[in-house]
Every structure is written in structure tokens, then in C-alpha cells.
Nanobody, 115 residues
């Protein structure tokens, strides 16, 4: 099993920044990739950014150039630095660990961007 603990959400005005953190524990050696997803009210959950064990990153087009996913292997933590935030970035953000046999999810953290 893998446990994920998220932190760093909050409220910010448009143009501001937030950094989300996701600390992983448990069977972390079995993790192939870590990712951040988000779900806005009435919308489906979408992949925001991911990073695999080789350090390769992927971003949804809407956040390219504004968000950066990174990892600190010594701390078993993945970060999502979010800059130039827009009201449409408002959502619950979830951290996910993708393993060969399944996925684990964090509890979610609210990000609210006001105009």
C-alpha cells in the first residue's frame, strides 16, 4: 500500500501562486509515476501533470508554462508549483501514485482562485 498526504491548497487571487506538496509513504519503491489531477464542480477529474521515475514530465496544455511538477526523492515528496493562477484553475487537486498493479489517491486539497 501507498499513503499520500497532500498539503498547500488555499485561496489566492488571479495571477498569484501556490505550491502543493504530496508526501508518499509505504510501498514507495513500487511507484512508477506520480501525478496531480484536479476536479472542478460538475466536471470530470483531469490529469494536470505527471512525473515518472525517469524524471519525464507531462502537462495538460492548459497549464503548460505556468505549472511545474517536481520531486524530492530524499523526502519522498512531489510538488506542484502553480504560477499565474487563473479562476479556471479552481478545483480540488488530488495527488496520485501510479503503480504497476493499481493507483493510490490522496484526500484532495482545495485550490480557489478569485478574479
Amino acid at each position: 500500500q501507498v499513503q499520500l498526504m497532500e498539503s498547500g491548497g488555499g485561496s489566492v487571487q488571479a495571477g498569484g501562486s501556490l505550491r502543493l506538496s504530496c508526501a508518499a509513504s509505504g510501498n514507495i519503491l513500487s511507484i512508477n509515476a506520480m501525478a496531480w489531477y484536479r476536479q472542478a464542480p460538475g466536471e470530470e477529474r483531469e490529469l494536470v501533470a505527471s512525473i515518472n521515475n525517469g524524471g519525464h514530465t507531462h502537462y495538460v496544455d492548459s497549464v503548460k508554462g505556468r505549472f511545474t511538477i517536481s520531486r524530492d526523492d530524499a523526502e519522498n515528496t512531489v510538488y506542484l508549483q502553480m504560477n499565474s493562477l487563473k479562476p479556471e484553475d479552481t478545483a480540488v487537486y488530488y495527488c496520485a501514485a501510479h503503480l504497476r498493479w493499481g493507483d493510490y489517491w490522496g484526500q484532495g486539497t482545495q485550490v480557489t482562485v478569485s478574479s
